[in-house]
């Protein structure tokens, strides 16, 4: 009997120290990537801010044009520094959320046009779609916006070559769905449910030359289940991957409170 709580020991002591060098790994292969996506914008800003105190440029049109590229990258910069505070509130167990009725379609409208002028670029369209009446919920204006630019974000990189992202909102009985939809490859079903975890990259991500810093998904999922969701992914009808997530929105009204329609 001894023999076996010892060899039991074994094995649960080799298991944690495979998962804590699979851990280190993943935050190693974190901080690299991240390094890298700050890196991006960064050199962008200075490139055509150095170009436009040069006094080289002289054209009002091309002056608009890289001052547009740099507060979109900047915009970028921005998100990805929040990703990673909100991600690290997340770790430490300390993520606030400041809940309010609010109108989620508007939220995700200003996702969109957060991401647009990036979409217009790659020359993909985002539209919007919801039903005329959606209730209005008990949420967290900034989380969920910051959870469908991470979704639009996604599509973006890893559906370069989709012609549009459609973003929709759902009503599903006690839930609002949100989804993002693309035309691109897709996510392999056994890799549905792991990539929501943190520092966790689909194959087509690691194979590629995409880079991503992993916690995207992971904040998704996060703010959704803050909210009563939950995240996932599915096929798109005709191919492509949907993103989404859900919010219930009748939260507020179970807690002694209604929130309008």
Excluded at 43 to 51: P, Q, Y
Aim: aromatic share 6%.
């Amino acid at each position: 009997l001894s023999g076996l709580v010892v060899i039991a020991g074994i094995i649960v002591i080799t298991l944690a120290a495979a998962r804590e060098r699979k851990l280190a790994n993943l935050k190693s292969e974190f901080v690299a990537n991240v390094s890298h996506e700050l890196k991006t914008p960064l050199a962008l800003v200075r490139m055509f801010g150095e170009l436009l105190q040069s006094g080289r440029v002289g054209e009002p049109e091309k002056q608009r044009q890289y001052l547009q590229i740099i507060v979109s990258e900047s915009e970028r910069l921005t998100a990805l520094i929040e990703n990673v505070l909100d991600f690290a509130r997340v770790e430490r167990g300390r993520a606030a959320y400041r809940f309010q009725e609010a109108s989620l379609v508007d939220v995700v409208q200003r996702a969109a046009e957060a991401c647009r002028v990036r979409a217009e670029r790659q020359q993909v369209a985002l539209e919007v779609e919801a039903p005329d009446e959606v209730p209005r919920a008990w949420i967290d204006e900034r989380a969920i916006e910051a959870a469908v630019i991470n979704l639009v974000d996604n599509a973006l990189k890893y559906a370069a070559n989709s012609p549009v992202v459609r973003l929709q909102v759902r009503r599903r009985g006690d839930y609002l769905h949100v989804a993002v939809i693309d035309q691109g490859p897709g996510v392999a079903e056994e890799e549905r449910k792991r990539i929501f975890g943190r520092f966790e990259r689909g194959a087509q991500a690691t194979r590629g030359t995409v880079r991503g810093s992993g916690i995207g998904l992971a904040l998704v999922s996060h703010i959704a289940e803050a909210h009563g969701g939950e995240a996932w992914v599915e096929a798109a009808p005709g191919g492509g991957c949907c993103f989404l997530f859900s919010v219930d929105w009748r939260r507020r009204r179970r807690s002694g409170s209604s929130p309008g329609v």
